[in-house]
């Protein structure tokens, strides 16, 4: 049986967890389960994971939802895969339902962390769902036995059986000729899924991180948390840094189709999202700094930042707690805060194209006369 229902996002107050002011007018979903992911389909519809938590009662609770816009700005929300199980490392974290992406050919696709055992079978992979609306209006669908599932792909087998201690299958992204990019949290790495070899291979480790002196420990793991295609053929990868969480160690960088690793942005502090807008610069969210007494990032501390061509840093949202996920859809973000069970729309805040700009790099300027008198000439 479909199980929707209406309701209206209600404008709030623009005042964030930690009572720090933030630009632009906010529409909030509020009473969500651990919200991990978010990602937009093109036709309108907000798709987000909820991880959920484990009971003893309650094995498997995370999910995939969609908002489906209605002509009078209210949202219908739908459930699309229900039954995701939560595991727990040997620290005690929790992972399960994480990161959304939609591949080329129009499929969504799951990132499910955690170990690909028995007791687990749908977790450490990339699943594969149909979206589309016949197929979705049918739901909500088990997370396995499922006819809207089109694929497995498990991650944690090869990560384990190639040498890692550990796994976490965090974040997916179409690589090209069908085949993606997926980042392992665990493994420190960023792995390619051939699709016509259905074969997977590493295409480059993360190194630790050198901490600030006298912090303890004095290094710490990379910890990639997502990745997008570059356009060029290869990834753009963020990391959010292990423990103690060290303020100014985290990196953003770019991956070559041959497997190169760059850093092209340093300086920050625990990124776990990344979006790239349409004026060519990212977005980036950072959860900000771990509180050892409340054992949890600090509420309010979190970001979106903007980082333009050129390195400048600038501000978008303040005031989060630990936004993970984020999807650009036209001029609005979304943001998803697990802490705090909320999806969040902050209208307006989307970088938009500069007219005259026409190499993306926030300026208008002698280059970009060069390209448009490079172009001169008749239109055919």
Known sequence: ????????????????VGGAAMAGDQDVWDGLNTPIGVEFDGNGNIWFTEMGVQGPNNPGNGKINYLSPMLDDTYVKNTFVEGVAVAFNGMGEPTGALQLAFDTDGSLLLATGGPNIPPFPALGSILRYDPMEAVRCAGPYDVLASPALMQQIPVFPFVVGSGYSDSNTYAVAPAGDGDLYIVDSGANALLRWDASADQLSVVVDFPAVENPKGSVPGISQAVPTQVIADGEG???????????????????FQVSAAGDLT???????TLIDVEMAADGSLLVTSAGSFDLKIGNFAPGEGKILRVAQDGTVSTV??????PSGLAIVGEDLWVAQPFAGTLTRFR?????PCPGDLNHDGQVNGADIGLMIGLWGPCF
């Open 1 to 16: 049986m479909k199980m929707a229902f209406g309701v209206r996002l209600a404008l709030t107050s623009i005042l964030g």
């Open 234 to 252: 290869g990834a753009i990868v963020v990391q959010l840094v292990g423990f103690p969480f060290a303020d100014g160690v985290a990196s953003i």
């Open 263 to 269: 850093t092209i942005f340093t300086g920050f502090q």
């Open 317 to 322: 949202a303040e005031g989060l707690w630990c």
């Open 348 to 352: 307006g805040l989307a970088p938009q």
